[in-house]
DNA sequence: AATGAATGAGCCTTCATTCAT
DNA sequence: TATGAATGAAGGCTCATTCAT
């Protein structure tokens, strides 16, 4: 929980020279110097604003997974009905800001170490459930309750197997590959629905 | 004489020692140290057969690697036809062996690491050209070689993509989820393919 | 505001007790924790003035050449005239500082090491010329330049022969011996060449 | 003291290689495992023939005082009169074997270790009393025995500080420059004595 | 609020030595 | 005699954290 009133400034630099330093040298070789030195600050100043490297790297990952949900919802804003909705759902989760070789490297480094830590893990759980009620959510608007949890299921895994193939060979040359291809996926079980309707 | 051949022995000790010690401990806090306890040998050993921890670690992720193919091409012995083939492919990135905990922890913490490492990068290229190879070539059996490299990109997004997901959730409960969603996706693409034809 | 101004002293500090530490237990058992032991301060506090223990161990030797330079320096500020200056020199190498256990320990630990570092073997290098150049100097003001440069060759062979044998064997007993052996060679030089002259 | 019998020629081939690990790693970084891996044999075999490292190291050290006495005795054979007497033994001193890498890389490793070990320190005491020794027994035929003690210890130093100076500073470009400027040192002395004799 | 000096635990690695074969 | 596997103790270095200023 950030201590509102001690310098959201502070924080948010801090945070910032964490994903930083992770894209620099790795989580594993990110250390409470090189985010300092990477902020501007001293080493000590780290602890006046979290708990110690633990808990900024917490709220390191905390701040991708609220980047990304802002994200969705500006999307959201100009969409409309549940079909372009889930195409903002689509387009945040492969936008330049989840290529970009900072969040990137953020992200995977989240991936190797949740299972380690509760507070981490629940991170990832917050992402997915997340993930997956925004894409039901839309789609039981267009296909049953059972199809739309199938369907979410199907998306979301693209999602993520698309970002993390992307991301493991470090980036992607034309952001619509990935967009594209989920995207078909998406109109090909809606019209698989529609077929099925038809033919009963 | 000393005892002749301990090498390959004690280097598959070392390499299973160091996939329980990221399984337990996680691959950040996996010392040479705990996995040389795991194996219930000396810290000291491990230089023997190893340049260091790091070459440990790489000879530990190339091992994930092997096993995985080693799983796919037994699997491939008792398919008949490309599309047992394919099937072949899905239910080993599904086996039981892919979703140990212990493999889980080894594949998410390389996931975390490979950027900082081309010797580690090199090993997810290698899982990445592979499984993309494998499908394709069996895809060219069943459809247009345009068509099989898209249908492939599309089958491997949804392999990883699920894997990861279960994965980073702990695991899956029914293994026969993400195989039966992937193989859904697959029937779908080859049947959209045979109605092309079939309307021209 | 933390202590301010505290390198200069603790760098001080830990040279003093690196020289104590190669006195005790010898160069190549000198280590870092024994150096900090010494210096009343914790082994990490090494690495946070210094590079390393190479660079610890390398700034302690340059202490050395620095000190020895000092001493005659502040020798010359005294002496009258170039057969003044030329004891001031000989006076300085085989002063009580040169003689003292640590320092001897440590120029000898200096000789031992000085092949495996281009840095060491640059302080030694630095010595010898400065020698022979403070020699050569004033010599030239007494007797010819090829004699001065003769002469300059045989004193300083005849100083570090005689610091290194006593230096070897446990210390001298009467410092007035080297000088004494040094200075009738100096002379016994001067005359010869006065002799030369004379018979011309 | 050499076990004989129990492979004096094992025992040679480990000498030579620790003086061949000492001039390239140089003696602090000089190991058992090099040791024996120059000598072409395995690291065990060591403590077949040596109570351990630093006994193998003596025993090196001690091969070297050996080889310098030999040379002498060798030049002794060819010598007429205590003038050439005293000459083989300044040539021995500043001969190829004494100025070779190998015996320059040990000798200034004895140098910087014998401070720590009796043993060492004893070989040094050896070669001390053993060349002053040498160098008073020929001189007293010269010139009285008080004379002789003074002048020894002038060509003592002469030759140690010489020596360590080429050895220090890499070797020597022509072996003659030491042999002559301390000739020209006995000359000298033994000329002075004849001055005053004949003075008188 | 902020600094950076200082600590001390822990890690990777090296190495002399031992020992079963 | 000889091997090389194996041990276990340090050693140098890093680093999160604390604290006086």
């Given at each position: 929980m950030p201590k509102l009133g001690m310098g959201p400034i502070r924080r948010r630099q801090l945070i910032d020279a964490a994903i930083a330093s992770i894209h620099e040298y790795g989580l594993a070789d990110t250390t409470v110097a090189r985010i300092a030195r990477k902020a501007g600050v001293?080493?000590?100043?780290v602890h006046h604003y979290f708990t110690g490297k633990d808990d900024l790297l917490f709220e390191t990952m905390r701040q991708l997974l609220a980047d990304l949900r802002a994200d969705v919802v500006a999307r959201y804003a100009s969409a409309r009905g549940p079909f372009e909705r889930l195409n903002s759902v689509i387009n945040a989760c492969f936008g330049d800001v989840q290529f970009s070789p900072e969040v990137v490297a953020a992200w995977l480094g989240l991936y190797g170490t949740a299972r380690q830590s509760e507070r981490l893990q629940a991170i990832l759980t917050i992402y997915h459930r997340r993930l997956r009620s925004n894409l039901v959510s839309d789609l039981r608007a267009l296909v049953p309750p059972q199809e739309a949890a199938r369907i979410a299921e199907g998306i979301a895994a693209m999602i993520d197997g698309l970002w993390v193939r992307y991301a493991l060979m470090?980036?992607?040359?034309?952001?619509?590959i990935p967009r594209t291809l989920t995207r078909d996926y998406l109109t090909a079980a809606l019209a698989q629905f529609d077929n099925k309707k038809k033919t009963r």
């Amino acid at each position: 929980m950030p201590k509102l009133g001690m310098g959201p400034i502070r924080r948010r630099q801090l945070i910032d020279a964490a994903i930083a330093s992770i894209h620099e040298y790795g989580l594993a070789d990110t250390t409470v110097a090189r985010i300092a030195r990477k902020a501007g600050v001293s080493p000590g100043i780290v602890h006046h604003y979290f708990t110690g490297k633990d808990d900024l790297l917490f709220e390191t990952m905390r701040q991708l997974l609220a980047d990304l949900r802002a994200d969705v919802v500006a999307r959201y804003a100009s969409a409309r009905g549940p079909f372009e909705r889930l195409n903002s759902v689509i387009n945040a989760c492969f936008g330049d800001v989840q290529f970009s070789p900072e969040v990137v490297a953020a992200w995977l480094g989240l991936y190797g170490t949740a299972r380690q830590s509760e507070r981490l893990q629940a991170i990832l759980t917050i992402y997915h459930r997340r993930l997956r009620s925004n894409l039901v959510s839309d789609l039981r608007a267009l296909v049953p309750p059972q199809e739309a949890a199938r369907i979410a299921e199907g998306i979301a895994a693209m999602i993520d197997g698309l970002w993390v193939r992307y991301a493991l060979m470090g980036g992607v040359d034309d952001p619509l590959i990935p967009r594209t291809l989920t995207r078909d996926y998406l109109t090909a079980a809606l019209a698989q629905f529609d077929n099925k309707k038809k033919t009963r």
